[in-house]
């Protein structure tokens, strides 16, 4: 399984952008990054994910580097709901879904 | 509010007891998994089923057991329970069985073992 490495926590100012940053070095050609975010022991909260291509909706944008080994969550502009754990999990077919520690994300005003 | 209901919302027993928590899924979603999350632990994935039948398991103690019925609810049981196993419960669904499939989770179950 792909392992990533995030740092455990950010600050970021509200209405600024918040750039959460992901390594999955070992990621292998089929499995997609996916993002979570949990919010102070509420039910994890699906973001976005993608496989090669960046990908946005209405909650953020994900940028994934070329070679694949490393991705950027962007949430464009932070608000103190944002405040919360963000989990970056790479998936590969047919197992888990696999939490690591995530980044907290902490947003002040 | 995601579509997935769990109840009950807290839970509190003794150890040796058993116990039962029941999710229901988003309208039309086939699958269903349980995770635990505890503070030494972070979260972790316990079962999976899809339309009444096992998928995949994790790390789920013999203790423990799950089962899917026809009407796509689904029930764990907690069985001799321990200390350690206070935690919160978490079930999510999604359509398919594939895990490209966004899960959606419920607000969880506060299971705490006296």
């Known amino acids: 399984d792909a392992k990533t490495t995030q740092p455990p926590s950010m600050d970021c100012a509200e209405g600024r952008a918040a750039n959460l940053p992901c390594n999955h070095s070992t990621i292998s050609g089929n499995e997609y990054v996916y993002w979570y975010r949990q919010i102070h022991s509420q039910g994890p909260q699906y973001i976005i994910h993608g496989l090669k291509n960046n990908e946005t909706n209405e909650m953020a944008s994900l940028i994934i580097t070329e070679d694949r080994k490393s991705s950027t969550l962007i949430l464009p502009h932070a608000t103190l709901r944002d405040t919360a754990v963000y989990y970056c999990?790479?998936?590969?077919?047919?197992?888990?879904?696999?939490f690591g520690k995530g980044t907290t994300l902490s947003v002040s005003s | 509010d995601s579509g997935v209901t769990q109840t009950p919302k807290h839970l509190i027993t003794a150890t040796g007891q058993r116990v039962t928590l029941r999710c229901s899924p988003r309208?039309?979603?086939?699958?269903v998994y349980w995770y635990q999350q505890s503070l030494d632990q972070g979260l972790q994935f316990l079962i999976q089923y899809y339309n009444g039948e096992e998928r995949a398991k994790g790390n789920i103690l013999e203790r423990f057991s799950a089962q899917q019925f026809p009407d796509l609810h689904s029930e764990l049981n907690l069985s001799s329970l321990e200390l350690g196993d206070s935690a919160l419960y978490f079930c999510a669904s999604s359509v398919g069985a594939d895990y490209y499939n966004e899960q959606f989770f419920g607000p969880g179950t506060r299971l705490t073992v006296l």
């Open positions: 309208s039309g979603d086939l699958s």
């Open positions: 999990i790479v998936r590969p077919p047919g197992t888990a879904l696999i």
